[in-house]
């Protein structure tokens, strides 16, 4: 039948489920490592910061959408976030139903200061693996992600 993988291509790809699985889960893992929260921030705080260092500010409904997360959720994160003073949110002067967030000057440096620790982390395991290991990763990795978002309709 066409379309359908050998008995060993069918194999390969379960080892591969399997170890992209065991992948996700160890950098899930990784995500509350002690690297961010040394710098006073969780991964996924991170996730839905990042963005403002690049821009004056954002609506709660882009940040959500960058992060990945329900606007519900990226709301309740960015409450406590405003109240440890790292963000602060207004309304819109143009549109009052829209939330705008920017990052306080301390919120800044708190964010620059977790990122760079988690890709300190990053570094320290990636450096384990013999440069020609991280060079087939990357183009492995960077092909795969593409199929993926390819297959659900991402693009980027």
Not at 51 to 63: F, I, T
Not at 109 to 126: L, M, N
Request: hydrophobic share 40%; net charge positive.
């Amino acid at each position: 039948m066409p379309g359908q993988p050998s008995e060993s291509s069918a194999r390969e790809i379960e080892e591969l489920v399997a170890a992209t699985d065991a992948l996700y889960f160890a950098m899930r893992r990784g995500r509350t490592s002690s690297a961010g929260t040394q710098a006073g921030m969780s991964r996924s705080q991170l996730e839905l910061l990042a963005p403002l260092l690049d821009r004056q500010s954002m609506s709660v409904s882009q940040l959500a959408g960058t992060a990945g997360v329900a606007v519900p959720t990226a709301t309740r994160a960015l409450k406590q976030l405003e109240e440890r003073g790292v963000v602060q949110r207004s309304r819109s002067a143009s549109d009052d139903r829209l939330v705008l967030v920017a990052l306080t000057s301390a919120g800044r440096t708190q964010v620059v200061k977790a990122q760079s620790a988690f890709r300190a982390r990053q570094h320290e395991v990636f450096a384990e693996l013999p440069g020609v290991d991280r060079q087939a990763l990357t183009a492995s990795l960077t092909r795969l992600a593409g199929l993926i978002n390819d297959h659900v309709g991402v693009r980027t």
